[in-house]
């Protein structure tokens, strides 16, 4: 008696793990706010998305004045920065802030966590468009307009990507996000998308 419940239990164990991690990929799957972010610098860069996997935080950081203000280089700054002081980071939630101090929080993802979901995040939405900044939306989609920056009054993150979304919801009212591009002394541009 006591082997036949011992081979339930496991079996009902195994089930168990099977069904929750089948859930857990559907849910991201219909989750169309996921998107996978690159590396930057051999670190998981986080900009206007929170990483779905769980992690501690090992310090939080300021940018210091920078040359331009431009995205690309307080970026860069603060990744610098956690490899420096943290070799053993695994990545940066940035938060860029509309003239005041850019910080980033230095993370280490939690031990025994499938490597396959620690570049998965989770998109932030401004005006009802989900923001794809320095990553890739992982469900399918079409690109249906484009938008650019040309007139720059401003380098700042905030101000550039405000000005392309409301650009992008005035021309696409159907859109469900945009993936900026900033460009370091160039044209930021926006692909305004359309989940499939």
Do not use: H
């Amino acid at each position: 008696m006591k082997k036949i419940f011992k081979n339930l239990v496991g079996k009902l164990l195994i089930l168990t793990v099977l069904l929750s991690m089948s859930v857990s990929a559907f849910a991201q799957q219909n989750d169309k706010g996921v998107a996978r972010v690159q590396k930057n610098n051999g670190i998981y860069a986080f900009c206007d998305n929170e990483p779905i996997s769980e992690y501690d935080i090992l310090d939080r950081v300021k940018s210091n004045m920078s040359w331009t203000g431009q995205f690309n280089e307080i970026r860069n700054k603060l990744i610098k920065k956690a490899v420096k002081d943290y070799p053993n980071c695994d990545g940066v939630v940035i938060s860029m802030a509309q003239g005041g101090t850019d910080r980033a929080i230095i993370i280490k993802f939690k031990d025994g966590q499938d490597k396959d979901n620690l570049a998965l995040a989770r998109a932030n939405k401004v005006n009802g468009l989900y923001i794809f900044t320095d990553c890739e939306p992982v469900n399918e989609y079409d690109i249906i307009d484009r938008e650019s920056n040309f007139m720059a009054w401003s380098s700042q993150y905030q101000a550039i990507r405000d000005k392309l979304v409301k650009k992008a919801v005035k021309d696409q009212p159907n859109a469900s996000g945009v993936i900026l591009n900033f460009s370091t002394g160039g044209v930021d541009r926006a692909s305004v998308i359309k989940f499939k």
